[in-house]
């Protein structure tokens, strides 16, 4: 029989919320016939790989110290996930830059990440976590929010699958802006992942 669950890898490298909010997903079937087959950290004390022991999911720690440069770096991670099969690359918090090498080793519409705040702005290099949340709270921006894109050649710029805005408050600090993102981005990436993947095809008898 055709196996029609759908396999991701997610990359991360924190706290693991997002891969949370994809493993409850799986669980309560608001994220049908997909499984998470690996998560890949490259920071060994990612709270992520503990949410993933937790649930038997299978994850590994590929620690860029063992590797002579960047791109061997990102051979390797190409190579454990295309042992895997895997139909969605997930990046949910993975702060490393993904080498030209690994994107073109993929179909271009195969990796998706989440970004915390609303692409294009706030986006591109140096523009990851709390850096982002300041640089939208010294600009006094009124809104900011989510954006969830394909991963091409250019850091942030791939073309948005969705965003979520939300609004930004004169008392708000970095903690309290990014706490009002992040719920908006768990039920963002699970509804992107689920318009992404390819949906099984039903064949009548
Ligand atoms: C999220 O805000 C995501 O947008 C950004 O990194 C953070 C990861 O959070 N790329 P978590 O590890 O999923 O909790």
Request: overall charge positive; aromatic content about 6%.
């Amino acid at each position: 029989m055709e196996n029609t669950h759908k396999r991701l890898a997610v990359l991360v490298s924190g706290s693991g919320t997002n891969l949370q909010a994809i493993i409850d997903a799986i669980k309560d079937r608001s994220l049908p016939n997909t499984e998470i087959a690996i998560v890949i950290s490259n920071k060994q004390d990612a709270y992520a790989l503990k949410r993933a022991e937790n649930n038997d999911i299978p994850s590994i720690f590929l620690d860029p110290k063992q590797y002579k440069s960047k791109e061997e770096y990102d051979q390797k991670l190409a190579e454990v996930i295309k042992e895997q099969n895997i139909d969605l690359i997930v990046l949910a918090g993975y702060i490393r830059i993904l080498t030209q090498s690994f994107i073109q080793a993929f179909d271009k519409d195969k990796i998706i990440n989440i970004h915390p705040a609303l692409l294009p702005k706030y986006g591109g290099k140096g523009m990851y976590g709390n850096n982002v949340h300041k640089a939208v709270l010294e600009n006094n921006e009124k809104e900011s929010g989510c954006t969830i894109h394909y991963v091409t050649h250019e850091v942030d710029a791939g073309p948005i699958i969705a965003h979520e805005k939300v609004p930004v408050y004169e008392n708000d600090t970095i903690e309290s802006l990014s706490k009002r993102i992040r719920v908006k981005e768990h039920k963002l990436l699970v509804k992107a992942i689920n318009t992404v993947l390819p949906k099984p095809i039903i064949r009548a008898k």
